[in-house]
């Protein structure tokens, strides 16, 4: 059973920064393509950030880029999202989502592609 689980969220002021982590279970890491989505009340889930098996493709929502960073380490099975500059308007619950492509330069851009999903963190973004 694949097992995702979020940390690193919580309350910070505009303008501050933050760094989400994934760690996903049983190995190997490598086999998963990896995303990063949130969910603010009220709205659709919305992708943030995709990267690779291999780590050499990523990529990112038009409303994060410049700002957030999806960055992953194979030794260690975990995803990370390196989130700067941070509006209110960032505010949601995050959620790592792990999908199985065959290509190692695979990204995944739509939820349906995922398999696997964690139990997501709050961050919470003050003005």
């Known amino acids: 059973q694949v097992q995702l689980v979020e940390s690193g969220g919580g309350l910070v002021q505009a303008g501050g920064s933050l760094k989400l982590s994934c760690a996903a279970s049983?190995?190997?890491?490598?086999?998963?393509?990896m995303g990063w989505f949130r969910q603010a009340p009220g709205k659709k889930r919305e992708f943030i950030a995709a990267?690779?098996?291999?780590?050499?493709?990523?990529n990112y929502a038009d409303s994060v880029k410049g700002r957030f960073t999806i960055a992953r380490d194979n030794a260690n099975n975990t995803v990370s999202l390196q989130m700067n500059s941070l509006k209110p308007e960032d505010t949601a619950v995050y959620y790592c989502?792990?999908?199985?492509?065959?290509?190692?330069?695979?990204?995944?851009?739509?939820?349906?592609?995922?398999?696997?999903w964690g139990q997501g963190t709050q961050v919470t973004v003050s003005s």
């Open positions: 049983p190995p190997p890491f490598r086999r998963f393509a």
């Open positions: 989502a792990a999908g199985t492509p065959l290509y190692l330069g695979t990204i995944y851009g739509r939820g349906s592609e995922y398999d696997y």
């Open positions: 990267i690779s098996r291999g780590g050499s493709t990523t």
